[in-house]
């Protein structure tokens, strides 16, 4: 399996180039999978569920699956916050993880910047971004030796992805 992270602050792009990715990468016959991480609590249930009710109840996971999906919910009953391999180690086989969101996590990442943030540039200061992509090459505030991809080709991005898949085959 390969894994790529993508970085960068809120409201750069991160989570629409990542929609844009896994579906390019499916149409290229790739089984993608994603690992997003969440700033604040978040809750995929609802009240009144079965599953919300099993998990008010105490439970500490709760699977809940019917013929075309699959989902756990797990409880932590002291406050964690489970780092990215082990997030991936949760995961089925396939061949593409994308890893939104831990942009200290050492694993390779491509930083989505865009200067209309007026937020800095990462690159220059993690050594596991592999690559930028923006929409304002132009105005990156330090030359880079890494790729520079186009925020707004999601062609593009694929095809690096693709193209230099052995470089982001994963070991933990």
């Given at each position: 399996m390969n894994v790529i992270g993508f970085c960068g602050f809120s409201g750069s792009g991160k989570t629409t180039l990542v929609e844009q990715l896994i579906a390019h990468?499916?149409?290229a016959g790739q089984r993608v999978s994603v690992v997003k991480h969440a700033h604040h609590a978040f809750d995929i249930d609802h009240e009144g569920k079965d599953s919300w009710r099993h998990r008010r109840a105490g439970a500490f996971e709760v699977v809940i699956a019917s013929d075309r999906r699959l989902a756990k919910i797990r409880e932590f009953e002291t406050?964690?916050?489970?780092?990215?391999?082990?997030?991936?180690?949760?995961?089925?086989?396939?061949?593409?993880?994308?890893?939104?969101?831990?942009?200290?996590?050492?694993?390779?990442?491509?930083?989505?910047?865009?200067?209309?943030?007026?937020?800095?540039?990462q690159y220059p200061n993690d050594p596991h971004i592999v690559a930028i992509c923006t929409d304002s090459a132009a105005q990156l505030p330090e030359a880079s030796p890494l790729p520079v991809l186009d925020l707004?080709?999601?062609?593009?991005?694929?095809?690096?992805?693709?193209?230099?898949?052995?470089?982001?085959?994963?070991a933990r």
């Open positions: 990468l499916r149409l406050p964690a916050d489970p780092g990215v391999h082990d997030l991936i180690a949760e995961l089925g086989p396939c061949d593409w993880v994308l890893v939104e969101g831990f942009k200290r996590a050492a694993l390779p990442k491509i930083e989505i910047w865009r200067a209309s943030t007026g937020q800095p540039a707004n080709d999601a062609d593009a991005v694929t095809a690096f992805l693709l193209e230099s898949g052995a470089r982001f085959a994963y």
